[in-house]
């Protein structure tokens, strides 16, 4: 096992788990005078994991 690869993959999860999280409740995100739109949550949650399943992978070999 690879620990640090291990540990990346782990924050990939847990990333992707907030923006589920997110789209799942609907909250709003406001950075100052702007919305955050919900698409952004969508891809961050196929990117992370993608990522995050790519790294698993590496860390077994």
Same mark, same amino acid.
């Given at each position: 096992?690879?620990?640090?690869?291990?540990? @990346? =993959?782990?924050?990939?999860?847990?990333? +992707? +788990?907030?923006? +589920?999280? %997110? +789209?799942?409740? $609907?909250? @709003?995100?406001v =950075? !100052? *005078?702007?919305?955050? *739109?919900?698409?952004?949550?969508? $891809? !961050?949650?196929?990117?992370?994991?993608?990522? =995050?399943?790519?790294?698993?992978?590496? @860390? %077994?070999?």
């Open positions: 096992m690879k620990p640090f690869t291990t540990i @990346a =993959a782990l924050l990939f999860l847990l990333v +992707a +788990a907030a923006h +589920a999280c %997110r +789209a799942y409740m $609907g909250w @709003a995100i =950075a !100052g *005078p702007y919305d955050v *739109p919900m698409w952004v949550s969508y $891809g !961050g949650v196929i990117v992370p994991l993608i990522l =995050a399943i790519m790294l698993f992978r590496e @860390a %077994r070999s």
